[in-house]
């Protein structure tokens, strides 16, 4: 088999997918002109530690909803572990913070980390992160920050200790409601106290009231006692991040015209998520007027619902949504569908390629969102060769090789007859129901191939990007050039069409790399310009390159139609139509990345719902004007 390496800059992959977020807010914020000695210019610094400055989390602090940001964001200097060497930790004034080394937070409070992160420490290169993240984000950030220098291990042998000397007074969960708890004693479980607490001075604390306890204890059983307690007022990586709460989501099922006119087993099933983490699971039966009901549900926005019931074998979804504090309160809906074996309102909401030409061959990657317009669920038909009903099909060139899937797999969920690769899932209706990620290779000799692709399906849009390098000639008749685009230090030609097909789209690559031949992309000196040769999985490059270009052509489209009206200045009805159009887009970009594993389930359910909202009252604005206009039919 062939084994087709990908060729990236930087050192890693993470480094290749966090430096450009970490330079970015370098240049927003200015830090790229840091080293001014030269320029004879005072250096910028930032505010000193003032607690005053510090806000109490909303909620309990997660570490676990913490961790992306922690990658995304800090990883670069302070390491991925905690061990302060990050990629570019050898670029700062001073060391970073070594997150993992316990000596190294001794002495500091949460609230302290809290004030360094949101406000910064432009004198050591640190930006502040409050231009991009909430607080609640930055005490998630920070939460996974602390967890770094200690582990479940520890936390359980301070329980041990806790248990058996503290809890009496501070009670099991560190309220202090223990039995013989007196008058006056600290709550660990309040967040406005432990936040500025650090271990050494709850240390002090401890042996100055309590000198008796852990008298012959040794210095790391009193360390492990205070991690375990500091786990009362934030939940560390290894612990269950669910608490139940007082929130309420309520639901109804509805069954469409010719659906199954019930659900299997009467059961509707609510599953919670943290990111892309499963982390609760529960079970309600549907009452007699197709309604549900689920109680005692945590009320921390970084918890996501998505509430599901079986009819007539399939799965149908609620919308993704969350509850917080504020809104303890929510409902939502489960359409259930009929079937049909008719494939003839399926369309492809969104396709993405993206060619890599390498010596010998062309590696693509396809990355399709189906769409349903129908009103009926469609279960696939049978084709020659596949024991099972398919549903989306989509071709392949016969020579396509290392055929893999982002999720699923060949023989399984996809299966191939010759040219043609079938998935076997079904399509509820709507847009961006389904996603489909492919990725394969096209050996070739000489310098050039002929790619065609043909399309079963109306296509909504289309983007190709194309690795680009010198005399590589690109022919696509179907296609319109847009530009050709700096990601990464590498260019990639940009084309796309619009709203076409059924039919087949052709492109003619001349000049490819052929086999034996010298990338010149490679062909740079040795050290930090060198390109590394990698071979990292599909999503590490594919998605990444696809978001940031396709992602910054579709904001850009946005902001074109946004600058033409907001809510509270769109009027006309051609300004109202542009902000619809523009929020629609806008939602399916997030989609995309949210489907993608670029966005999380948090930020993408609060950044839809506020799009979500704004988008339904340019609708009903625009329904408003609509029902104005129209002349009064007598109901008589």
Known sequence: MLNHKLHLKHRSIIAVVLTPLWVGVLFLTGLHTLPVAAQDQPARTSPPYDPAQVTTPTTLPFAAAGRASYLENCAPCHGEQGRADGPTAGDLPSPATAFADATALWER????????????????????????????????????????????????????????????????????????APAQINDFTDLSYTIFASQAAWLDGWQAAHPEIGADWTQTQK??????????????????????????????????????????????FLDAYLGFDQIASFTTTLDADNTFRFENLAVDPNVTYLATALAGGISYSSGMVSLTPDQPTTTTSINIYAVTDSPDAIRINRAHWILESQPGALVVVQIYLIGNNGERTFVGQKVEGVDVPVTVGFQVPADAVELSFENGALGNRFRRVGDMVYDTLPVVPGENTQQIIVQYAIPHDGASLDLKQKFVYPVDSLSLLIANYPNLRVDAPALTFDSVQNIQGAEYQVWGQAAFGPGTVEVKLQGLLEQGAVDPRTATTSGANQLATIDPPMEAWATWVMIALVGAVLLAVVGVALQRGTLSTATTRQDLHALRNALMTQIAYIDDQHALGQLSDAEWLRRRTNLKAQLMDVVRRIEAGDHANQPRVSSS
Not at 118 to 143: C, H
Not at 161 to 179: F, Q
Not at 251 to 257: D, H, K, W
């Open 223 to 268: 360390e492990n006692t205070l991690e375990y307690i500091r786990t009362f007022s934030y939940i560390p990586p290894w612990a269950s991040p669910y608490r139940p709460g007082a929130g309420v989501l309520t639901g109804t099922v509805v069954f469409g015209a010719d659906a199954p006119q019930q659900v299997e087993g009467g059961n509707v």
């Open 109 to 180: 409070s949460p609230a302290q980390l809290f004030h360094t992160t949101k406000f910064g420490r432009l004198e050591k290169l640190m930006p502040p992160w409050s231009n991009r993240l909430t607080d609640d984000e930055i005490w998630n950030t920070v939460a996974y920050a602390w967890s770094l220098h200690t582990d479940a291990d520890k936390s359980a042998l301070g329980e041990q200790l806790y248990a058996a000397n503290c809890a009496a007074c501070h009670g099991a969960s560190g309220a202090g409601d223990g039995p013989q």
